[in-house]
């Protein structure tokens, strides 16, 4: 449902596949066509080219918000790539916060943190390995280093949510739970 870029290196602006079946949320790893960006799906999760900055979906926004229902880009659908057919990418590095990871199997915890990230096969982020090297023995393509355990994310609005600083935490998928991460692709 969100990605919140900390730190950013390079964004990219390409087409979007007119194959892609996928809606593609905000902070889902995307991958390079000859057509275009689609998200990362069975038998493409090898070939991660970045992180989508935009949504393209007809259902629903994938902005970060601390209501549910919050929604933005109405007169377009939801769909930010609706104008251009293009969608920004995130790649070559920057630190990010999102909910769009799988915290199944191998939870995301402190004792996580500092480890690779793989793309599974819904286009988002995976617990891969100790280190690089387990991850490419096993076939699978570095995307990122975990910064910090999935948690609440804080969002600034004053309220009563505890851990926070006293801020209302930012709603969204993985029953509100946020990673941290360092991107390296």
């Given at each position: 449902?969100?990605?919140?870029?900390?730190?950013?290196?390079?964004?990219?602006?390409q087409e979007i596949d007119s194959d892609a079946s996928e809606p593609i949320k905000e902070g889902n790893l995307v991958t390079l066509t000859s057509a275009g960006i689609k998200r990362v799906i069975v038998g493409?999760?090898?070939?991660?080219y970045g992180l989508a900055a935009d949504t393209f979906s007809t259902t629903a926004s994938s902005?970060?918000?601390?209501?549910?229902?919050w929604q933005n880009r109405v007169s377009d659908g939801y769909d930010e790539t609706k104008a251009s057919g293009k969608i920004t990418v995130y790649h070559s590095g920057g630190e990010f916060a999102s909910d769009q990871f799988t915290n199944t199997g191998t939870a995301l915890d402190s004792t996580k943190v500092?480890?690779?990230?793989?793309?599974?096969?819904?286009?988002?982020?995976?617990?891969?390995?100790?280190?690089?090297?387990?991850?490419?023995?096993?076939?699978?393509?570095?995307v990122a280093m975990?910064?910090?355990?999935?948690?609440?994310?804080?969002?600034g609005v004053p309220g009563t949510d505890t851990g926070l600083n006293g801020d209302m935490a930012l709603k969204g998928d993985n029953s509100n739970t946020y990673i941290e991460f360092k991107l390296l692709v």
């Open positions: 449902m969100a990605l919140i870029p900390k730190f950013l290196v390079c964004t990219a602006l493409l999760t090898n070939r991660v902005m970060p918000g601390i209501y549910d229902g500092g480890q690779v990230l793989i793309a599974n096969s819904d286009g988002v982020l995976a617990f891969g390995g100790t280190d690089v090297i387990t991850v490419i023995a096993a076939s699978a393509q570095p975990l910064t910090r355990a999935a948690g609440a994310y804080p969002s």
